[in-house]
Nanobody, 127 residues
Framework: VQLQESGPGLVNPSQTLSLACTVSGDSITTKGYYWHWIRQPPGKEREGLSCISSSDGSTYYVESMKDRLTISRDRSKSTVYLEMNSLKPEDTGVYYC???????????????????WGQGTQVTVSS
């Protein structure tokens, strides 16, 4: 299974970020997974943002970010998306998609709990 993130790279503050994660080698509707978006700010640990259930498409957000995030999927494109609005410089970091049998949660991400990871895409918020 391979996950490939894509995004704009550089975004201006206050704008909306749109990321895509294309999955190959398995279906994003294969039961038992949650497809996650995770980020790693410079010098910090990876932190969870949001996830979507492979089974029924239910969406979940970490409490601290829920007002700014929208996760979605396109089954025909085998792609999971993340939108983040009202971008700030502190949103700069590497954004990853990953798959785990566990639902997303607030705080530091334990990498060993994930079955698959993408390579990450750098997002820089700057004017």
């Amino acid at each position: 299974v391979q996950l490939q993130e894509s995004g704009p790279g550089l975004v201006n503050p206050s704008q909306t970020l749109s990321l895509a994660c294309t999955v190959s080698g398995d279906s994003i509707t294969t039961k038992g997974y949650y497809w996650h978006w995770i980020r790693q700010p410079p010098g910090k640990e990876r932190e969870g943002l949001s996830c979507i259930s492979s089974s029924d498409g239910s969406t979940y957000y970490v409490e601290s970010m829920k007002d700014r995030l929208t996760i979605s999927r396109d089954r025909s494109k085998s792609t999971v998306y993340l939108e983040m609005n009202s971008l700030k410089p502190e949103d700069t970091g590497v954004y990853y998609c990953a798959a785990s049998p566990l639902k997303c949660r607030e705080g530091e991400v334990k990498e060993g709990l994930f079955n698959y990871w993408g390579q990450g895409t750098q997002v820089t918020v700057s004017s």
